[in-house]
């Protein structure tokens, strides 16, 4: 007995080291470079202080829709590499092909090749065409009018160009600390003296010219450079030691952006399924232990991602799309992991939830241009960490659940189009996949409502009302309802297991409309602190309409294979209208 | 007959009964709610807030719904009495507070009273609240007064469309009051029509001018002014079609008198050295041509126009020295300020009356048309190109130098009366004008009844007095904004945070008192809550508060029905488990308690699946 337990933790922890050291690898990010010293100097701007690497990661991502940079030559810039390479300007970055333009209408309207995703500055800048577009824009943004778009893709393009321009040699970020207030407006070292004695301000300027200097003799020089930026950031904290964030602080941010946590999680998540998927063909292995190992590990890796994230933004984990995004998948694991370990080796949670986590993960990861993953400064109606830390990931926790209900949807539907559901393996396992999905669609119930309740709650304080009807009020209860139909229609033997699968991957769509749709599609709303201005309508919507397509598929072919005649599944309907039976007699 | 009647009717009944609670009901139901809701959410998006939540979620058919809604949850609650049982009890738990929660926000919708009340540090204490919605307010000839809230319909029509006599046909955002002249009156008034026409420019504007009102008898088009001018004798007439005066003649800065009756042109001296008997002097040493004391009681000027000219003068004799702000409008005395040594006699100085006048400049560019004692009409047109006069004729056109302006006589009355018409014009011919309401009063007749402004119908059977505006409620405290604090994020333009300090004036409640309100912490008053509700970026000294007044029962019945439902719905789904993890953990009733679950549970419906199909 006492053996096989230990037997069982042995195999969890082989899983949770293998995924941990995934993390480490490759050990180079752990490596310091030789600019590791400018990377945390502090920076104010967009209305915190942050590290430069932070700096670096937001700027090269917005330019390049990417963290590295492939030069012509094929060698990698990482984004400080980048950074600096445009900071001191060390090429003719006006012919450089670096400027992301992805959409395409744009690129064919004004004549560019329709193939290419990186352009030069001057390349969009000689083109007659596309500032035409660009100036009917503003034209009708000023007018009010809403724009195509077209029209908002090309104003994106202009703002690229303009980060560009100003990136280039950009001696203009905010380095010098105020002298007493945490709060105050920090200046360029150009401007030092406004806030210092000239003779400080010299200091700093020579200093600052140094770095420039030794970064412009090259690669074999950086050691130097390094030194000198050490000087510079000892010196400008030095200026005002109360107001500089500590060190500790600012590198707490650097590693965050090094170690990538969320990044690395859907790995972790993937090969988790790999291996749980490999329990289930192959059981003489036992692999079910480590595939559990592997999805604890992810889990930890993301939390402490969150804590980090936390401990940098000082707010509640949950504040916008991206950090949702993020949310939902630690919640569909969290929530399969605890489903996993209280029913014995189920398999089917962990399985399902995984590819929604690396869905969530990679869409998190890959799309900082629709899902901003910058710490900012939140709104004044969301500066309330009480209500900000219960209502928001309550409601999201219950988004998670009901992915996870979706997740678990999709293979039963599965085994359902591809499989013969009368075969006796197939229909225990169909079975079991409905309880499962059942549980799991009342714990999202159950979250949901609290949610929503909650959300009430706080809308009473801040906005004077319990339920005023807002378009995201209005979505989450209608995502609620779309669930709670089917779960009624269950009771009166309308639907059957079949039903409920199908119900859990539709009614999914509720969810995303409430999480997705009222920000992105509608966009009205007192919750418009999260209305995005990415363009992932399109995507969102062929994904949607492709899934109903195989649900009607699957349907189709469910249909097919009824006798005709019957009800769908005989043996609960007759069960449930004698328990409704049972029910009136009683009640009378 | 009866006696089978009677069979069935209880029967029926039942029926009616079972299916209300059913859920054969309740699914449909749920349905068409999404239906209606998710209907709802495009159409917002379309239309905007205020119209859906009046068009839907405050109709009464959606009301209807929701009660109905309601009755379903109450009767499927009751039909499972007595609640016995971990499910049972979470069943009515959930479905009961449900109806709870659903009375609960109908009275928030519809019984709270809510508005939006602006305060402004420059001004005092406010106590009316802008209530969503509009006002009808009138007196019929009876001598009632009604009331009605109104609400604009996207389409622009009117709910209700009938208010007391008054048929409500339609709203109008851009209407406009137009003023023009009838040939009515008894007595003799002159008025005439003028066309101003310029090719260069592409325009043409037309403007009436009267004698009487006065208003109308003088009129400024741009840079240039319009008058008319009634002549009652020869003389007059010479005099008003006579050239203006040269700017030069008139001092700008005007005059100061001395007792000694010398004139001193201040312009010409400022600064020099006047002087005065007895070895004396005095020097102007500051003109403010429209005199007034700042926040710091240092003289400034609001502006260069002459409105309230004042000057100062510094004046010595011998060790005497003074300082006097001498003052050209309202007939003040001189504020004398000793400045070393005795006050000086001002007598001696010949300075006793001195008094500073100004006399307002000449017209530079003006077009006059002078009516003669007989009745015909001359012009006289100034501009920087020179002056003209002469008779002004219908059909003739004047070109009095201002571009390529030319100027017509476009109609003429002799017995002119004022006539204002209310009509609506496009918004899109750039006419500003304003919102009215177009009523129909008994007898049928249509009139525009202009925002804000009251306004008499006339009907056969007599007048109303009505009058179309906000909707307000008065507060029994009044709200002073002392201070409104905007706090940035460091380093940066975007908002923080806003709060608004306020003082609560209560007249009853004795001395006042000072909150803070801002995002999220709002204060409490008398049962009145206030909240921060928005601000205006460009200009701070103002703050929009949102006051509500909530009856505490239904705060209360939304929060018991939040309790109900989340409590409820966690004993359905875990209740049961609960119990029996609770059961097991007590080891003398563990048999009893597993065999009664096996017995209440089939045996093929395993753990997770037997929920719904045993309630």
Redesign the interface.
């Known amino acids: 007995m006492v053996r096989a337990i230990a037997m069982k933790f042995l195999k969890f922890l082989i899983g949770f080291t293998l995924g941990l050291m995934l993390l480490v690898l490759p050990l180079s990010q752990f490596q310091a470079g030789p600019l590791a010293p400018l990377q945390s100097l502090a920076v ?6 942050k590290p430069l690497d932070t700096v670096a990661l937001e700027t090269v991502q917005k330019l390049h829709g990417s963290a590295s940079y492939k030069q012509a030559d094929g060698s990698k810039l990482d984004y400080l590499q980048t950074y600096f390479a445009l900071a001191f300007n060390d090429r003719d970055w006006n012919n450089e092909p670096f400027l992301l333009f992805s959409y395409r209408p744009l690129k064919e309207e004004v004549g560019f090749n329709p193939e290419q995703k990186y352009f030069s500055f001057q390349e969009l800048l000689s083109s007659k065409s596309l500032s035409q577009v660009i100036n009917r824009a503003h034209a009708r943004e000023i007018a009010g009018e809403d724009l195509f778009r077209l029209e908002r893709e090309a104003l994106s393009i202009e703002d690229r160009a303009t980060l560009l321009y100003r990136t280039v040699g950009d001696n203009s970020l ?1 380095l010098v600390p105020h002298p007493s207030d ?5 200046v360029t070292i150009e401007n030092a003296a406004e806030l210092y004695p000239p003779e400080t301000a010299a200091d700093l300027m020579a200093l600052e010219q140094q770095v420039q200097q030794g970064y412009r003799f090259g690669a074999a020089h950086l050691d130097y450079v390094g030194q000198l930026g050490g000087k510079l950031k000892q010196s400008l904290a030095e200026l005002s030691p109360m107001v500089y964030p500590s060190d500790a602080t600012l590198q707490r941010e650097v590693f965050y952006n090094h170690f990538h946590p969320f990044g690395k999680a859907w790995m972790i998540f993937g090969l988790g399924f790999l291996v749980m998927l490999a329990s289930l063909w192959f059981k003489p292995l036992e692999l079910y232990g480590s595939a559990i190992g592997l999805a604890a590990a992810g889990l930890t890796t993301e939390a402490y991602g969150f804590i980090l994230r936390m401990q940098i933004a000082d707010r509640p984990p949950v504040t916008n799309m991206y950090e949702s995004v993020i949310w939902v998948s630690f919640g569909v694991i969290a929530l399969a992991l605890i489903f996993e370990l209280t029913s014995d080796k189920a398999r089917y949670y962990l399985l399902s939830a995984s590819p929604v986590a690396v869905v969530c993960l990679l869409l998190a990861d890959r799309l900082p241009v629709v899902l901003d993953p910058s710490i900012a ?1 939140l ?3 969301l ?2 960490n009480f ?1 900000l830390s219960i209502h928001v990931p309550t409601i999201t926790l219950g988004y998670a659940a009901f992915a996870l209900a979706m997740g678990l949807g999709h293979v039963s539907l599965g085994h359902y189009l591809f499989a013969n559901p009368a075969n006796p393996t197939v229909k225990k396992r169909l ?2 996949l ?3 999905n ?2 799991t669609l ?1 714990v999202g ?2 979250l949901l ?2 949610g929503v ?1 909650l959300g ?2 706080w809308a ?12 995201k009020e ?2 989450a ?2 995502a609620l ?2 669930y ?2 089917p ?6 033997g ?1 639907i059957g297991n079949f039903g409920i699968n199908v119900a859990a991957v539709v009614s999914f769509n509720a969810v995303l409309m409430a999480w997705y749709g ?1 920000n992105f599609v ?4 007192l919750h418009s602190y999260g209305f995005g201005t990415g363009d992932s309508q399109l995507i969102v919507a062929a994904v949607v309409v492709a899934d109903l397509a195989i649900v009607a598929l699957t349907a189709l072919r469910h249909r097919s294979r009824k006798p005709s005649g019957q009800p769908l599944i005989i ?2 309907v007759t ?2 209208e004698e ?1 409704i039976q049972a ?2 007699s009683e ?1 009378q | 007959m009866v006696a089978s009647s009677r069979n069935v009717h209880p029967k029926i009944l039942k029926q009616f009964q ?1 299916l209300l609670g059913s ?2 009901l ?2 449909p139901l ?2 068409a ?2 239906g209606v ?2 209907g ?3 159409y ?2 379309q239309v ?2 205020p119209t ?2 009046n068009l839907i ?1 405050k109709s009464h058919w959606f009301g209807a719904l929701m009660f109905l809604l309601a009755v379903n949850l109450s009767v499927s609650a009751l ?3 007595p609640w016995r049982g971990p499910r049972k009890i979470g069943f009515a738990l959930t479905h009961f507070g449900l109806v709870v929660l659903i009375a ?2 109908a009275a ?2 519809h019984i ?1 009273t ?1 508005g939006m009340l602006l305060v402004r540090t420059d001004q005092g204490a406010n106590r009316l609240v802008r209530v969503e919605g509009e006002l009808l307010d009138f007196v019929g000839p009876e001598g009632q007064e009604q009331q009605f809230n109104l609400f604009i319909k996207p389409d622009n029509t009117v709910s209700p469309s009938q208010a007391g006599d008054l048929e409500l046909l339609r709203y109008g955002e851009n209407v406009i009051t137009t003023t023009n002249f009838v040939e009515q009156g008894e007595v003799a008034n002159s008025a005439v029509k003028l066309q101003l026409q310029s090719d260069r420019m592409n325009q043409t504007l037309e403007r009436w001018l009267a004698v009487a009102p006065a208003s109308y008898s003088e009129v400024s088009v741009g840079p240039a002014t319009l008058q008319v001018q009634q002549a009652q004798s020869e003389a007059e007439l010479k005099a008003m079609l006579a050239a203006p005066p040269k700017a030069g003649d008139i001092p700008k800065f005007g005059t100061l008198l001395l007792d000694s009756g010398k004139t001193i042109d201040v312009e010409q001296s400022q600064g020099q050295l006047i002087e005065l008997p007895g070895g004396a002097d005095m020097v102007i040493t500051q003109v403010w041509p429209d005199f007034r004391l700042n926040s710091d009681n240092r003289p400034e000027t609001a502006s260069e126009q002459f409105n309230n000219p004042v000057l100062q003068v510094a004046l010595r004799d011998g060790e005497k020295e003074a300082r006097w702000f001498v003052f050209a409008e309202g007939g003040f005395e001189p504020v004398k300020t000793t400045v070393a040594g005795e006050p000086l006699d001002a007598k001696a100085l010949g300075l006793a009356n001195l008094s500073y006048e100004v006399q307002p400049q000449p017209l530079e560019d003006y077009f006059r048309v002078v009516i003669a004692p007989d009745g015909s009409r001359f012009y006289a047109a100034n501009s920087s190109k020179g002056f003209k006069s002469g008779p002004f004729e219908a059909g003739e056109a004047v070109t009095p130098g201002w571009a390529d302006f030319r100027i017509s006589l476009a109609d003429s009355l002799d017995h002119a009366v004022i006539n204002r018409e209310v009509v609506e014009v496009p918004e899109d011919e750039g006419l500003q004008g304003e919102p009215a309401l177009l009523v129909q009063t008994p007898d049928g007749s249509q009139q525009w009844l202009p925002w804000g402004e009251a306004t008499t119908l006339s009907d056969a059977d007599g007048d109303y007095y009505a009058s179309f505006s906000a909707q307000m409620l008065e507060l029994p405290f009044g709200v002073k904004l002392e201070d409104f604090i905007v706090e ?5 333009e ?5 709060t608004s300090q306020i003082r609560l004036d209560d007249a009853q409640a004795g001395p006042q008192e000072s909150r803070r309100v ?3 912490h ?1 204060t409490w008053y008398q049962g009145w ?1 206030i ?1 921060q509700a928005s601000w205006n970026p460009g200009d701070l000294n103002q703050s929009t508060l ?1 006051v ?1 007044r909530e009856p505490w029962w239904v ?1 209360g019945l ?2 018991l029905g ?1 309790l109900m ?2 409590v409820g ?2 004993v359905i ?1 875990y209740g049961r488990s609960a119990m029996k993890n609770l059961k097991a953990a007590l080891p003398e009733e563990k048999d009893e308690a597993v065999s009664a679950e096996a017995a209440a549970v ?1 045996s ?6 037997d ?5």
């Not at chain 2, 940035?488 to 940066?492: A, K, L, P």
């Not at chain 2, 093929?604 to 699946?609: D, V």
């Not at chain 2, 929920?611 to 309630?615: I, T």
């Open positions: 104010q701007i967009d209305g915190r202080k905010p945490a709060k105050g407006t920090w400064p709104v004044p109606v500066r309330d209500w079975q079991t409905s309880q499962f059942y549980r009342q119930v159950l409502t609290t309740i009430g709650i009473h304080f801040s906005w004077g009302r319990f339920w005023g009807w807002d378009p209005t979505w209860l209608i309802l779309c709670l139909v779960l009624h229609g269950r009771l009166v309308w009222v509608l966009g009205t709303g043996e609960e069960l449930s328990a029910m009136a009640a | 079972h859920i054969q309740a699914v749920l349905v709610i999404i809701l998710v709802a959410t495009f917002e998006s905007g807030s859906v939540q979620y039909s499972r009495y609960g926000s928030v919708i709270s809510e940035r994020n460091e380093g940066s975007s908002v923080a945070m806003w801002w995002m999220n709002p809550k909240a949102q509500k705060t939304t929060w939040s439902v989340v719905t966690a789904f089939p093929a419906q395993a753990k997770g699946l929920a719904p199909l045993s309630v």
